[in-house]
């Protein structure tokens, strides 16, 4: 039971550089999710999408894209680093009802930005 | 603006001795309230869903409850192993929104 796996753990980028961060789930779920977790504040909502070719903006989509492909792949990256994308990432995964069941989460990816 | 407060950021608690989080929320047209559990360098785990005032439900050592305005996570007799960050989450017709969390620790 893989569940939602996020590659990579960790990544130091340097400012500008850009990145793909990879979130791949084997429930056979239509919802994913990108989101970023920041101290002191809640999980906030970078980009979304409904299903395979779909995508839409979240809370905080500045500064970064999204592309679905596949079913099972939602993948995030960013063009231009700055250091205010020092984060951890979560990817996370819902069936159609939408988080009926919650969110599966994967277990996040930290991304430092110099 | 839909809001989720949790209250209190941190919480030290000895063994056994039982406490409750506190999550309130604004937000019209309530559509779940959402309890996760966070271990340090994990992802949040789902523990619970809630959908009208009133209901009740629980696992293991853990009691969620909800009212028009607030949720409550009750913790019975704790363990060391209870120690986590624990997230409340609302959603309405559109949106899922997430407090910041309250840490737990429990001491043995």
């Known amino acids: 039971n893989a569940g939602v796996t996020q590659t990579p753990k960790f990544r130091v980028l340097k400012t500008g550089q850009s990145m793909t961060l990879l979130c791949a789930q084997d429930?056979?779920?239509?919802?994913m999710y990108w989101y970023r977790q920041d101290p002191g504040m809640g999980l906030r909502l970078i980009h979304y999408?409904?299903?395979?070719?779909?995508?839409a903006k979240g809370e905080v989509p500045d500064g970064y894209n999204v592309s679905r492909l596949k079913k099972q792949n939602f993948l995030l990256g960013l063009e231009s680093a700055a250091p205010s994308q020092t984060s951890v990432y979560f990817c996370a995964s819902s069936s159609r009802d939408r988080g009926f069941y919650g969110y599966t989460f994967g277990s996040g990816t930290r991304l430092t930005v110099v | 603006e839909d809001q989720v407060t949790q209250s209190p950021e941190a919480l030290r608690l000895q063994e056994g001795e039982s406490s409750s989080l506190n999550c309130s929320y604004t937000?019209?047209?309530?559509?779940?309230l959402f309890w996760y559990r966070q271990d340090p360098g994990k992802g949040p785990e789902f523990l619970f869903t809630l959908y009208s005032a009133g209901e009740e439900k629980e696992k293991e050592r853990l009691k969620a409850t909800l009212t028009k305005k607030e949720s409550f996570l009750h913790i019975t007799a704790p363990k060391p192993e209870d120690s986590a960050t624990y997230l409340c989450?609302?959603?309405?017709?559109?949106?899922?929104?997430f407090g910041a969390g309250t840490r737990l620790t429990v001491k043995p």
């Open positions: 989450a609302v959603r309405d017709n559109n949106d899922m929104r």
């Open positions: 937000v019209s047209g309530l559509r779940g």
């Open positions: 999408s409904v299903g395979e070719g779909t995508t």
């Open positions: 429930m056979n779920h239509e919802y």
